[in-house]
Each structure stands twice: as structure tokens, then as C-alpha cells.
């Protein structure tokens, strides 16, 4: 872990953390911004399973409101002009999303973390541990490990985890752990820690 915490110590000290700080900033004002504009962010983390990140942002921004219309079919065509692999399946998720929209604000309230992302794994389909904790980080919180395969090659290449098979739940909550430890030894949130790993593996700072 010494040989990863250096790293990251290292840039902590370049031009990159003013990135990731503004990256937080910017997570953090979504927070305060309107039900709708929450919803959409769901809607991007919908589209991002076993999708590009990037691509994910273009789709974002160019459907917009139509993410709230409910036309499932609509939508799907749009998802399907601007080249999602899943076009169908992730409109379906997205209108049956809807009907929890404002229960989702509600339940953003609660000050039991734990139970957030549980009720988002079961209540939002299309939403595992990984996507559901990325919504979150997306929406200003920072106590979530954002778990893709990029972080577990990076993970795997430190010799922190053996490369797992697949990732159940409680592989998931092992490795999580793993990154609270890591994010404690180098006094970052675990959603700092991400956007410094990511950057690590990609050369890219996304949301």
C-alpha cells in the first residue's frame, strides 16, 4: 500500500488536485439543485453500466428533459441515435425509475448512509453497488467506493485485492473497506480517493 499512497501523495502536490477539488465542488452544488436535476444524474449512472463514462456524458447532455418525460419509447430512440449499446433496456430502466423520483429525495435525507445505497440497490433497476454508489458521489457524497474495474486493476496491480472472479456483494463491501483504509491513510473522502485512482488509471478526470 506504501508504493500506492505515495502516488497519490504525489499528486496530491500537482495541478491535479485543484481538478479534483473543483470536481468535488461541482458534485456537491448538484446536491443542492432540484429534484429533476437529481433525477437526471440517476438517469446518466443508468446509462454508464457496461457503458463508456464518456459517451454516457454526451447522451446526458443531449437528451436532457426527455429523461422526465416518461416516453420509454422515445427515449430509446434518441439512446439509439446517439449510439448507446442498450438503447432499449436502459429506456425501460429509466421510465420505471420515475415513479420513485420523488421518493428518491426523500430517502436522500436520511442520515443513515448505509441504508441510501441499499434502497437505491433495491428500489432503482439498473442500479447495482458500483452505479448506485457512483449516483451518489455524482450528488455530493463522499463516503461511497465507486468499485469498476479500473480501481480493481489498479488494486489488483498494487497487490492490495486478488483479481475476483465477479463482484457479489460482499466482495464488493471487502474491497470497499480496503479503500476506506487507503482513504484514510492519505486524508481524502472516499470520493477524492476515486477521482485520484481513476486518474491513475485513465489519465482522465470524469464524474
Known amino acids: 500500500?506504501?508504493?500506492?499512497?505515495?502516488?497519490?501523495?504525489?499528486?496530491?502536490?500537482?495541478?491535479?488536485?485543484?481538478?479534483?477539488?473543483?470536481?468535488?465542488?461541482?458534485?456537491?452544488?448538484?446536491?443542492?439543485?432540484?429534484?429533476?436535476?437529481?433525477?437526471?444524474?440517476?438517469?446518466?449512472?443508468?446509462?454508464?453500466?457496461?457503458?463508456?463514462?464518456?459517451?454516457?456524458?454526451?447522451?446526458q447532455d443531449e437528451i436532457g428533459y426527455c429523461f422526465l418525460t416518461g416516453d420509454k419509447d422515445e427515449l430509446s430512440k434518441k439512446l439509439k441515435t446517439y449510439g448507446h449499446r442498450f438503447p432499449n433496456t436502459r429506456a425501460q430502466y429509466i421510465s420505471e425509475s420515475l415513479i420513485c423520483k420523488d421518493?428518491?429525495?426523500?430517502?436522500?435525507?436520511?442520515?443513515?448512509?448505509?441504508?441510501?445505497?441499499e434502497w437505491i440497490v433495491n428500489n432503482v433497476k439498473g442500479l447495482g453497488y458500483k452505479e448506485s454508489s457512483h449516483f451518489l458521489r455524482n450528488i455530493g457524497f463522499d463516503d461511497y467506493a465507486i468499485i469498476d474495474f479500473h480501481i480493481v486493476d489498479l488494486l489488483v496491480n498494487y497487490n492490495l485485492i486478488n483479481k475476483p472472479k465477479t463482484i457479489t456483494k460482499k466482495k464488493y463491501?471487502?474491497?470497499?473497506?480496503?479503500?476506506?483504509?487507503?482513504?484514510?491513510?492519505?486524508?481524502?473522502?472516499?470520493?477524492?480517493?476515486?477521482?485520484?485512482?481513476?486518474?491513475?488509471?485513465?489519465?482522465?478526470?470524469?464524474?
Open 173 to 207: 463491501l471487502e474491497i470497499e473497506n480496503i479503500l476506506k483504509k487507503l482513504a484514510k491513510e492519505t486524508n481524502l473522502t472516499l470520493a477524492e480517493l476515486d477521482l485520484y485512482l481513476w486518474y491513475m488509471e485513465t489519465g482522465k478526470i470524469l464524474k
Open 1 to 59: 500500500m506504501h508504493d500506492l499512497i505515495d502516488k497519490i501523495e504525489s499528486l496530491k502536490k500537482s495541478e491535479i488536485k485543484i481538478k479534483i477539488d473543483n470536481r468535488i465542488n461541482e458534485f456537491k452544488n448538484i446536491n443542492k439543485a432540484s429534484i429533476d436535476s437529481l433525477f437526471k444524474e440517476l438517469c446518466f449512472c443508468i446509462l454508464t453500466a457496461n457503458f463508456n463514462a464518456e459517451k454516457s456524458i454526451k447522451i
Open 103 to 117: 421518493k428518491i429525495k426523500e430517502v436522500l435525507q436520511s442520515n443513515d448512509k448505509k441504508a441510501i445505497r
